[in-house]
């Protein structure tokens, strides 16, 4: 190289710029080209045997030295993108905090909501019960009257005992649709809800120290 400029610069009559700029360039690309060589050597050890590398330059001792040296740089450097991931992983976490309540929220207003709806279908349960109940007594009162009027006792109390045995039974399949109304309440609504919670480790690894 330094042959060739002093041989550039001897002919100062003749024009060879394209030369000489030509020659400036690699001059200040030769040490990229000798970092690329040493990263290539490093990363891709398969690529020695290439003729390219079988020049006396890059066989001598001096450049085996650097080779070290890039070794132990790119062992030492870290990654962009470890770097990138570090910095985004806190906010990641602290967004994913304020999903993690929202969604808690959520659960709790189902929750009370659902608990609303199932204690309103309950109570109309019972006031329906409690109503058929209430107009059943007339009734039978009137039976009994009627019947009371016409001296056959025994029949009033026949019919007295199968509305009271009617009434009895209403109220036991009332009863049963309650506690199956309950169960299916429980299963579609269970005490104890699936929360999404942040790792704390994660919280804590990505915690700058």
């Known amino acids: 190289m330094q042959e060739l400029e002093v041989f550039l610069r001897a002919s100062p009559g003749e024009t060879r710029q394209t030369a000489g700029i ?3 360039f690699m ?27 079988q020049m006396s330059v890059f066989r001598s ?9 890039m070794r132990r740089e790119l062992a030492a450097a870290r990654d962009p993108a470890d770097v990138t991931l ?15 309540q929202q969604v808690e929220r959520n659960l709790q207003a189902i929750d009370a909501g659902r608990g609303e709806v ?24 009137m039976a009994q009257s009627q019947l009371n009027d016409q001296g056959n006792v025994d029949t ?8 009271n045995a009617y009434a ?10 309650r506690q199956a109304l309950r169960q299916h309440q429980a299963l579609l609504f269970p005490t104890t809800t699936t929360t999404m919670g942040v790792p704390q480790q994660i919280v804590e690894n990505s915690s700058p120290s």
């Open 156 to 163: 009033s109390a026949s019919i007295m005992a199968a509305c």
């Open 27 to 53: 001059t200040k690309m030769k040490e990229v080209v000798l970092q690329d060589a040493a990263a290539m050597l490093i990363l891709h050890p398969d690529r020695s045997v290439h003729q390219l590398f």
């Open 118 to 141: 199932c204690d309103a279908v309950l109570q109309g349960v019972d006031a329906v019960a409690s109503e058929i109940r209430t107009l059943a007594l007339p009734i039978n009162q």
């Open 168 to 177: 009895n039974d209403y109220s036991k399949r009332m009863e049963h649709r």
């Open 22 to 24: 030509f020659l400036q």
């Open 86 to 100: 570090q910095a985004v992983i806190p906010s990641v976490a602290e967004r994913l905090n304020v999903l993690h």
């Open 61 to 69: 001792d001096s450049f085996k030295a650097y080779v070290e040296v």
